[in-house]
Structure formats: structure tokens, C-alpha cells
């Protein structure tokens, strides 16, 4: 379900970005076969991996996990339904579900060059879009 978000700059929607890749999820894990519950985040773009590590703790632990081709990072081992439930407005879908996810992304960009922020939104929106066709290609469900 992840793959689908790398970008591919021959295919939809991926070609129609306009600015480098800037934004990456992060997913809480809750009941994925495979990972351990926690804390992951997708580095998209992998001149990214250093910023996004100085950024966040400097006691996760920036594990790489699944496929070869997948840039999936493990940083925290927890269970987070409880934190999921909290920040998406104490809804329970969010601690009852695979994973919650986010989408990060470096505001710098957007403070320098104002019309940037729009692209951040463009990508994300192409990222939960993805992420619901893959969701529904797999039998399962998505909600934002």
C-alpha cells in the first residue's frame, strides 16, 4: 500500500508534480502483520533522511524496515491508538484502524517561496488520494 506513494515521474499522479518531493507520512501502526506497533515514517525523498532526523529525537530509532525498496524507517516501538484516538479529534476509527497517518513536510520551503505552499497541499492531496485507491484496491477502507 506504501509503494504506490514513491514517486514514479512517468506515472499519475506522480508526473504531474511540479516541485521536488516534500512531503513524507508518518504512519502510527497499530495492527499491520509484519510491523511492530509504533511510530514510522516514509522518507519519500531521500535527500530528505538527514534534515527529518534532526528534526525529530535524536532517540528514535531510525530503523529501516520492510522491503528493500520501500524507504520506511521505524522510530518508535509503542502503542500509539490512544495518541492516534487523541489527535484525530478522540475519534475512535483512528485507534481502531491498520495505522493513522500524516503527512510531514518542511514549512521552510513555503516561507521562502510563498507559492510553494500550495504544491505542499497539492502533494498531499495526491498522497491521500493514493493512499484511498490503494485502500479500496486491497479490500480495505480509508477515511481523512
Not at 95 to 109: G, K, P, Q, R, V
Not at 130 to 141: D, F, I, Q, S, V
Given at each position: ?77 509503542y502503542?500509539?491508538?490512544a ?13 481502531d ?22 504544491h505542499l ?6 498522497l491521500?488520494q493514493a ?14
Amino acid at each position: 500500500m506504501l509503494a504506490c506513494l514513491l514517486v514514479r515521474r512517468d506515472t499519475p499522479p506522480w508526473n504531474a508534480l511540479v516541485s521536488p518531493v516534500a512531503v513524507h507520512p508518518a504512519l502510527l501502526v497499530h495492527r499491520v502483520d509484519g510491523l511492530e506497533p509504533g511510530l514510522y515514517v516514509l522518507v519519500r525523498n531521500p535527500g530528505a533522511l538527514p534534515s527529518l532526523k534532526q528534526a525529530m529525537r535524536p532517540e528514535w530509532l531510525w530503523q529501516k524496515t520492510g522491503p528493500d525498496h520501500l524507504p520506511l524507517y521505524f522510530l518508535l516501538p509503542y502503542d500509539l491508538r490512544a495518541v492516534a484516538k487523541l489527535i484525530c479529534c478522540h475519534q475512535d476509527i483512528a485507534a481502531d484502524s491498520c495505522f493513522a497517518l500524516w503527512m510531514l513536510a518542511n514549512f521552510e520551503i513555503a516561507l521562502k517561496q510563498p507559492w510553494r505552499y500550495r504544491h505542499l497541499f497539492w502533494e498531499c492531496r495526491m498522497l491521500g488520494q493514493a493512499l484511498y485507491l490503494e485502500a479500496e484496491a486491497t479490500g480495505k477502507r480509508a477515511t481523512g
